[in-house]
């Protein structure tokens, strides 16, 4: 199944499309907001790209220790569960903003589902 | 951890260190400056393995191509094998200088001629030479309708190519440059855009290359530039830019003081502050920001968070430094 997820949602230029509409619901949201501070938005942008190309099931270069150690100096400032709902949320809103059905929604959610434990390093 | 084989010898690298910052740990000198993924200066080539999008960014396509990357933006997934810039690949170019003039108390405007078949984009930057020091300053002029190249410089305290150009320069003088470099430039994708440019201190440089380029390319959208200092005199060009003002009905140009006593000719505050008060919806705008590191960052933020697509903004951050940039060696 999500072998062909990343083509039916419409490839890079999908994931290209999420990427504003995703990072700028992350940057507003008051409750994760202040982990964003500071950062550099290309990178940051970048890194928003793979995690959604990820999560769209297509090529990436993701890893379960990539992500620890990405994560680690959040979880370090607070970061737990309720945040990684607050993205999981965000997500689905971008996805429903682009009019992504349902049944794909779910399954991308899923994905992203799967690196909870990795980024909040359990 | 990737491992780099650079020049018969391998590194290991920590997960996500950037293989300059890998190279330096290890004690191998590797010629860098703005680590930030601006300047160009630590490039590199990869002769096996790929260097990472984000590494690539910026660098014209050519290079891409023959996989040329910023040693300061790649942090490798996997090993690479890598080396110095190939000198045929960036040839260094002579110019001479052919005319300087003070703009503003700290800032002057240099003229080097043109050299023969150096293509290039109002708001790309060269990095300029001076005996074992570099340093990047960007292109204020257009290509279509100067025949020379315009750099404004701002004089920093103790700067060693900034020093040397303000006091010892002279029309005549032979200069040595590569470039040109960056993707901060007007192109003419769609001509009825609106386009927000938004400058510190001698950020106008590209800005007043870009609005130029645009108008000369027949841009129809507004073009809004603002430009902002701590005190007026900080400002420059500001005749100039009433001019094309004058002469262009659809180019704005607001000059803004930060540091308070503003009289009735500046607004009052800072510049990105007060485009962004002005114009607070940004949706399918063309955005430049260009100057102070800090300023740029934060409007980045402000301004795609302001409706503007990442992909419509540019920037431009300049850092500024005193002590020695090590230049490759020709």
């Known amino acids: 199944m999500s072998q062909n997820l990343y083509e039916r949602i419409g490839g890079e230029a999908a994931v290209n499309a999420a990427v504003d509409i995703f990072y700028r619901k992350v940057l507003t949201d008051d409750r994760i907001s202040r982990f964003f501070d500071g950062v550099d938005m290309e990178k940051q942008a970048a890194k928003q790209k793979s995690f959604l190309t990820f999560a769209f099931g297509g090529p990436h270069h993701y890893t379960g220790q990539a992500m620890r150690q990405g994560h680690a100096h959040l979880v370090k400032q607070g970061l737990n569960d309720s945040h990684f709902d607050a993205v999981m949320e965000n997500l689905a809103a971008t996805l429903q903003e682009l009019n992504v059905p349902p049944n794909l929604i779910a399954e991308m959610a899923a994905i992203a589902e799967s690196t909870r434990d990795d980024v909040l390093g359990r | ?330």
């Open chain 2, 1 to 330: 951890m990737p491992r780099i084989r650079y020049q018969q010898r391998t590194y290991v690298l920590k997960d996500d260190e950037s293989v300059l910052d890998g190279l330096t740990r290890h004690g191998v000198a590797v010629p860098s400056s703005c680590r930030g993924g601006v300047c160009q200066t630590c490039l590199m080539r990869a002769v096996h393995g790929d260097p990472s999008e984000i590494s690539q960014r910026g660098i014209k396509e050519s290079l891409r191509e023959r996989r040329y990357f910023l040693a300061c933006a790649c942090r490798p997934g996997a090993d690479m094998e890598i080396a110095l810039p190939d000198d045929n690949d960036l040839p260094l170019i002579m110019t001479e200088v052919i005319g300087k003039e003070p703009l503003n108390q700290n800032i002057s405007r240099f003229r080097l001629r043109a050299p023969h078949g150096f293509v290039y984009r109002a708001g790309q930057f060269i990095n300029l030479h001076h005996h074992e020091h570099l340093r990047s300053y960007s292109l204020a002029s257009v290509p279509q309708t100067d025949n020379y190249l315009e750099l404004h410089v701002q004089r920093i305290t103790a700067g060693r190519i900034s020093g040397w150009l303000h006091d010892k320069c002279k029309a005549g003088d032979p200069l040595i440059l590569h470039g040109p470099f960056g993707d901060c430039h007007y192109s003419k994708r769609d001509i009825d855009q609106t386009l927000l440019l938004i400058g510190t201190g001698s950020g106008l440089a590209p800005l007043w290359g870009i609005a130029r380029d645009a108008l000369a390319q027949g841009h129809r959208g507004a073009i809004h530039l603002f430009h902002g200092s701590r005190d007026a005199t900080g400002l420059y060009l500001i005749g100039a830019l009433r001019r094309l003002a004058q002469r262009h009905r659809n180019f704005h140009y607001t000059p803004c003081v930060s540091g308070g006593g503003a009289s009735g000719n500046y607004r009052s505050g800072r510049a990105d502050e007060i485009a962004l008060k002005q114009f607070p919806h940004l949706q399918g705008w063309r955005i430049f920001l260009c100057g102070n590191a800090e300023m740029v960052k934060s409007a980045k933020k402000k301004v795609f968070l302001a409706g503007a697509a990442l992909r419509d903004i540019h920037a431009d951050p300049f850092e500024f430094s005193a002590d020695a940039h090590i230049a490759a060696t020709p």
